[in-house]
T-cell receptor, first 122, second 112 residues
């Protein structure tokens, strides 16, 4: 079974702190994703990565950065935490199947999620 | 990605089959149907996906109509632990390179 592990289930931080959320997958997946999930807003993509040291902005990258130094690990960084970043953060991964005409990665394989980190910024 | 329509909520008795419908009338030929579920306070869990043919795995069965405009997820013997929000997604790439979008889903409640 695919295992995506997020470092913390619950985290409380203060405004202005630098926050690191870690995610590790054990299936040698090329693609990894960071989402946030908020009531009424659904799932929103923050960043994704399709290879080591590669990253692409999702729909809401402002205030966040990411790091992928190893294939199995994808970190989300809140540079200076703010109260509007209080949310459930979800990491996911899937395997790449090929490339599209524009050389973007393509996968029709399902994404597998971690259990999430519920982050509160006070 | 094509839009999907699901009922807001459904009840099912424990031990019975739960049949969750999904309409996706604008689906295009290369789009897959994916099902996920999310139990309260946990991350989404992948259930099953398919393109044209019906699919079955250890968790569920997926029935896709011949015109592919709708599908049904079947949990054959529902248990209390199957109470969750179920999401039907239609996508060319499964969010494979650009993220998933969940709609509101169906809140399935399994009654003892």
């Amino acid at each position: 079974d695919v295992k995506v592990t997020q470092s913390s289930r619950y985290l409380v931080k203060r405004t202005g702190e630098k926050v690191f959320l870690e995610c590790v997958q054990d299936m040698d997946h090329e693609n990894m994703f960071w989402y946030r999930q908020d009531p009424g807003l659904g799932l929103r993509l923050i960043y994704f990565s399709y290879d080591v040291k590669m990253k692409e902005k999702g729909d809401i990258p402002e205030g966040y950065s990411v790091s992928r130094e190893k294939k199995e690990r994808f970190s989300l960084i809140l540079e200076s935490a703010s109260t509007n970043q209080t949310s459930m953060y979800l990491c996911a991964s899937n395997t790449e199947v090929g490339t599209q005409e524009n050389w973007a990665p393509y996968s029709n394989q399902p994404q597998h999620f971690g259990d999430g980190t519920r982050l509160s910024i006070l | 990605d094509a839009k999907t329509t699901q009922p807001t909520s459904m009840d099912c008795a424990e031990g019975r089959a739960a049949n969750l419908p999904c309409n996706h009338s604008t689906i295009s030929g290369n789009e897959y149907v994916y099902w996920y579920r999310q139990i309260h306070s946990q991350g989404p869990q992948y259930i099953i996906h398919g393109l044209k043919n019906n699919e079955t795995n250890e968790m569920a069965s997926l029935i896709i109509t011949e015109d592919r405009k709708s599908s049904t997820l079947i949990l054959p013997h529902a248990t209390l632990r199957d109470t969750a929000v179920y999401y039907c997604i239609v996508s060319y790439s499964g969010g494979g390179a650009d993220g998933l979008t969940f709609g509101k889903g169906t809140h399935l409640i399994i009654q003892p």
